[in-house]
């Protein structure tokens, strides 16, 4: 073997398999993290939506609800009060 080739300094390859571990477990951890972050915001927003809509449709005027949302809305009068009672389900399912 060349003098050359003896002096020659680098990762062995059970550290590079190592580090190679290391990266595909914080990857698959990082992802993971990324897809909860995503499904909390998606449903955060449809949340903001519902709550939204609601108090739209608690006005004495309600605007009609966006497609797909299912909307019971009970509105009674007695002595010079209103009372508005609202119910939204949501295309996903959340209700409120």
Known sequence: MSASLKNQQGFSLPEVMLAMVLMVMIVTALSGFQ???MNSLASRNQYQ???????QQTQ?????????????????SQAGCVSISV????????EG
Do not use: E, F, M
């Open 60 to 76: 004495l005027r309600a605007i009609s609800p966006p497609a797909n949302w299912q909307v019971n809305r009970l509105q009674t």
């Open 49 to 55: 939506q519902l709550w939204r809509h609601g108090w």
């Open 87 to 94: 119910t939204l389900v949501s295309p996903g399912g959340r």
């Open 35 to 37: 897809r909860t972050l």
